[in-house]
């Protein structure tokens, strides 16, 4: 089975953020807990005596907000830099997923129901082309449990059974998950990645990016973990 962490950055109702990032990554089941030890290595730097108090998300790590507050900026930086690398540099069959949204570029659909569904389908795509290679998985996604829930379960109920712009979900085992993001470091993966993306187009700052943009959904040269909107 493939798992699906997914977060958002960016929001859909702030006049002075332009752009809206559902973003993720999928991993064999199997792959979680090499992805949470080496995780939690970097966390330890911060509190060695109680490393699961430290959460790694982009946004209050980069700003220097929270814990993050007494911590100088280059170590900041480069706690966020070496996770983004623990993805990066990890077994090529984990992809990256994103659905990047300029606010202004949708002019009637809702931008959370319009990048879950680009996901969602994306996601679907990429098990439906593992089986027609004979390798048969079937998908979950896993969200942290501040990111839309109401909108996101129901959505994906319909993307089941009435379809969605594509056609019907076939892979998905069961609906998307929710989970606390304290408990859950590829969660927290999920977050840095989406604020990696966010950084890059509301900001035009690739530091962390670059790290990652190789490792989009791609087959045959063509890369299909990618939706632009922008």
């Not at 996604?141 to 379960?153: A, L, P, R, V």
């Not at 594509?166 to 989970?179: A, M, Y």
Request: hydrophobic share 40%.
């Amino acid at each position: 089975m493939y798992l699906l962490y997914c977060d958002e950055s960016g929001t859909t109702h702030d006049p002075n953020c332009h752009h809206f990032i559902f973003a993720g990554f999928a991993t064999f089941e199997r792959q979680g807990y090499w992805f949470s030890q080496e995780l939690d290595q970097i966390a330890a730097r911060f509190d060695p005596a109680d490393s699961n108090s430290i959460e790694l998300h982009g946004s209050p790590m980069f700003s220097g907000r929270g814990k993050w507050r007494r911590v100088p900026k280059a170590d900041r930086i480069q706690a966020i830099t070496d996770a983004l690398n623990v993805f990066a540099q990890s077994n090529y069959s984990n992809r990256l997923f994103a659905s990047v949204i300029r606010n202004q570029a949708l002019s009637t659909a809702d931008p959370v129901e319009f990048a879950f569904e680009q996901l969602a389908s994306r996601f679907d795509s990429f098990l439906q082309r593992l089986h027609r290679k004979g390798d048969t998985q079937r998908g979950v996604m896993i969200f942290d449990k501040t990111t839309y829930e109401g909108t996101i379960q129901s959505l994906a109920t319909d993307f089941r059974s009435v379809g969605h712009s594509w056609g019907v979900l076939r892979n998905l085992s069961e609906v998307p998950l929710f989970l606390d993001s304290k408990a859950s470091r590829l969660i927290q993966l999920a977050d840095l990645i989406a604020y990696a993306i966010f950084r890059y187009y509301e900001h035009g700052d690739d530091q962390f990016y670059s790290i990652i943009r190789r490792r989009y959904d791609a087959e045959g040269g063509v890369i299909h973990g990618l939706r632009e909107d922008i």
